[in-house]
């Protein structure tokens, strides 16, 4: 029988650790699932345990040489000097114990989530342990690994000879996957992020828009530091509706990253968790509308993990299973749970109050910069569309 | 944008830098130290030195890490 969704999580995926200091915390993962459950939001048969990708299936993405560096530096038996050729034993990528095993296997699930979709097993399908943008084919950079997204998009091609749109809402510029496919039409990638000036890893400009036959299938939209939910709305409904229907996909892979909150630690962006609930609607309207309803959604960043992280990334589960109890407030029993286990007051209710951080002054300035920045971004579609009969 | 930044965000934001990244920043300058430490914040030129190594600093150490170490994150606050 055809499922609406499925949530791919095992207990394994929290092997995936750097150590205790680290903001990257994927008890972010257990956090979520059990406010589903707390909430009465999934049924245990909806969860489907990951499985571990085979070194050929990295290895569509990622040089066999850094999967050989991964793989010894998790049992201890790389020396730090070729580690840093490789980008791990960094202060934001540092080597732990059989990391390999912990990366390849949130890649797992994120194949796993491609393969519920693309063979009509489940029309949603949503990894929350991957979402790993910044990995590259010989590097691991800013808290990723093995990047999941870009290999899991070399599968759909290759396997189910896929066209595949990749939108990712992380804070940060989605740079692993657009590098990945920079010079592949079939591949379209749209990253709406902080801009790059000030923010890892500082690339994600408007004028990144892919290299030879790929050109104009790599969109970002680099929005001001203080945007407000407004305005990053604005950003995304339109560049994501106009991207759609200019590229028109098999299949809508989404990134994430819940790490444009107020909140988030590591990111100077102002929202709040009314964006968390517009991503995945859109996203989830567009899947039927243009793919049958193929869609694939992946975690990624959000260090805020017990304030936004767990209701951010349940509505994405929420609106894949068309459950619309999604405002009011959380269940009793989930703050009771965790809240002995952290400093921070959790939050009462799925929505934020008003009024949780000061007016930004620049409001009206930002507005009209990110405005300008998405015309900027969309202009190779709306001129092709202009001059064409 | 430059215009709406107070003087006293400068030197807040210069007094931070130095404390955050003293020898990073200090590679940077040209003047000595000891301007950046105390009264001489009050001076015009050393404003202006200390704008145009703020974004030098920024597009230097920023992006580079992503900051799984404190210290090392990039924050821009002051120009809210
Ligand atoms: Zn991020
Ligand atoms: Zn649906």
New interface residues.
Partial sequence: MKKDAIFIYSDELLTYKFHDHHPFNQKRLELTLDLLRAHEAIAEEDIIKPRIATDEELQLIHDPKYVNAVKLAGLGKLSLEKAENFGLGTEDTPIFKHMHEASALLVGGTLQACDYVMTGQAKHALNLSGGLHHGFRGKAAGFCIYNDSSVAIKYLQQKYHARVLYIDTDAHHGDGVQWAFYDDPDVCTLSIHETGRYLFPGTGNIHERGQGNGYCFTFNIPVDAFTEDDSWLDAYRTSFKEIIEYFRPDVILTQNGADSHYYDPLTHLSATMRIFKEIPKLAHELAHQYCGGRWIAVGGGGYDIWRVVPRAWSFIWLEMTDNNKNSGPLPQNWIKRWQTETSVTLPATWEDPEGIYKPIPRREEITETNAQTVSKALYPIRANKSASP | ?IA?IKKQDIINLTKILIILWPDLLLSHIRLPRSRFEGKDLNNVGVLYEVLAIFGKV??FY?????????E??????L??
Avoid at chain 2, 62 to 70: E, F, I, S, T, V
Avoid at chain 2, 72 to 77: D, L, Q, S, T
Wanted: glycine share 10%.
């Fill in positions: 944008m709406q920024i597009r920023g992006p580079l890490q992503k900051g799984a170490n404190h090392k994150r990039c924050h821009i606050h120009f809210r």
